[in-house]
Each structure stands twice: as structure tokens, then as C-alpha cells.
């Protein structure tokens, strides 16, 4: 009787431990291969990855040098946090493409996982699935049981790290990322309205032979 209670119970622990870590926040620092311990700094050059998304292409790091990537880490496909991040980045993909902005979501879940993952959430960008977790040792990122943590990079059009965010929130992190990576492309808002942009040509005068524009009405005599 023991024996068939505690089957279940194992197999309990086995499911529930590792997403009640992750919730937590538990994590252990992670060791990088350039002899580093925790998250790549700012200012180090980024490490040449590939890995294959959810469409089976291989996304090499080093071909987007001229363009701005955003790196970001996260657990699991599927769950809220991470649902909510992905759609989030994927309500402004438009800003991001328009100011030469590449990103890449990347877990250690499986292609075939990325693959539903993206089509259920109609994902335009790639995702990439890290199973043997080079890329979470390369940059430092801290793990749950084998899961990463969501940690974000920002990658200049040098291929330097720019900036580091170690505590994302999910549902507002995609719009301050992009703050930071159209600064580093150049990219700026447009202006509001009314507003000339800076550099911008003066008005351009009438053409050749308009008519000039009516005076303005006298004013009338002062009464008596």
C-alpha cells in the first residue's frame, strides 16, 4: 500500500517542484565560458551563437551586425509569464522593424514546442530553442531545474552588449526595450503634432505667380 502511495506522491514532486522554484525565484548564478560568473556585462562583446527556430532556420548572431538585437531569456512556452512577454513583443513587432531592431526569444524548449508555441500566438519573430543551453551559459544566465531565467539583452549594431535587464516585467518590458534599442539605431518617434523636427526645411514660399493672400479687414472708425 505504501508502495502505490508513494508512486503518485514522487511523480507530484517531480511536476510541481520545478515550477514552484521558478515562481519563486529561486536560481543558481550561472559559470560563462569566458571564465565569467553571472550575467554578461555591459560592454562585452557578444558571443557568436546559432540555433535553430521554430521554422527549423538556423539564426546565427553574428549576421545581424549592423542591427540592434534584443536577446530575451525566458522559461517556458506556454505559461502566462511567458505568453504575456512573447505578445508583447509581438503587438509593436512593427516599431521594431522599423527601426532595424532584431529579436530573438530564446528557452530551452524544443523546436516542435517554439513551433506551436508561435503559430498559437501568432509570433513574427524567432524563437530559439537552447536544449543544450549554450546560449544561457554564454550569457550568464541564472536557471530554474533546467529552465532559464527571464533575464533581456540588448546587443549593439557593433555587437556589444548595450544594456542588461535582469528584472522584466512582462506585460510592459517590449516597449521600454524598444525605447533603448531605437536610441541605438537612431530610430526616433516622430514628432507630435505641431511640432517641427529638428533639421527640418523652412516652409516652402508660394509658388510663382499664386495670388498673395488677402490683407487682413481695417479695423473699424472709433464710434462718436
Not at 86 to 114: I, L, M, Q
Not at 139 to 155: D, E, H, K
Not at 156 to 168: E, L, M, R, S
Request: overall charge negative; some cysteine.
Amino acid at each position: 500500500m505504501a508502495r502505490r502511495l508513494w508512486l503518485p506522491l514522487a511523480l507530484l514532486l517531480t511536476t510541481s517542484i520545478p515550477a514552484l522554484v521558478a515562481a519563486s525565484g529561486c536560481s543558481s548564478a550561472q559559470l560563462r565560458p569566458d571564465g565569467g560568473e553571472g550575467l554578461l556585462p555591459v560592454g562585452s562583446a557578444a558571443p557568436d551563437l546559432f540555433a535553430p527556430d521554430q521554422n527549423g532556420a538556423l539564426q546565427r548572431l553574428s549576421d545581424q551586425r549592423g542591427r540592434a538585437v534584443v536577446v530575451y531569456f525566458y522559461p517556458k512556452d506556454g505559461t502566462p509569464g511567458c505568453t504575456e512577454e512573447a505578445c508583447a513583443f509581438r503587438d509593436v513587432w512593427d516599431k521594431y522593424k522599423s527601426s532595424n531592431v532584431v529579436v530573438f526569444g530564446v528557452s530551452t524548449d524544443s523546436r516542435e514546442s517554439h513551433e506551436a508555441f508561435a503559430r498559437e500566438n501568432k509570433l513574427p519573430f524567432s524563437i530559439l530553442s537552447d536544449t543544450d543551453e549554450t546560449w544561457i551559459r554564454a550569457f550568464g544566465v541564472p536557471t530554474n531545474l533546467g529552465t532559464a531565467s527571464r533575464v533581456t539583452f540588448l546587443i549593439d549594431p557593433d555587437g556589444k552588449v548595450a544594456k542588461v535587464y535582469p528584472q522584466v516585467d512582462p506585460g510592459v518590458h517590449a516597449n521600454e526595450v524598444l525605447k533603448d534599442a531605437a536610441a541605438l539605431t537612431g530610430a526616433a518617434a516622430p514628432p507630435s503634432s505641431g511640432d517641427a523636427a529638428p533639421g527640418a526645411a523652412p516652409a516652402a514660399p508660394p509658388a510663382e505667380g499664386a495670388a498673395p493672400a488677402p490683407p487682413a479687414p481695417a479695423a473699424p472708425p472709433p464710434a462718436k
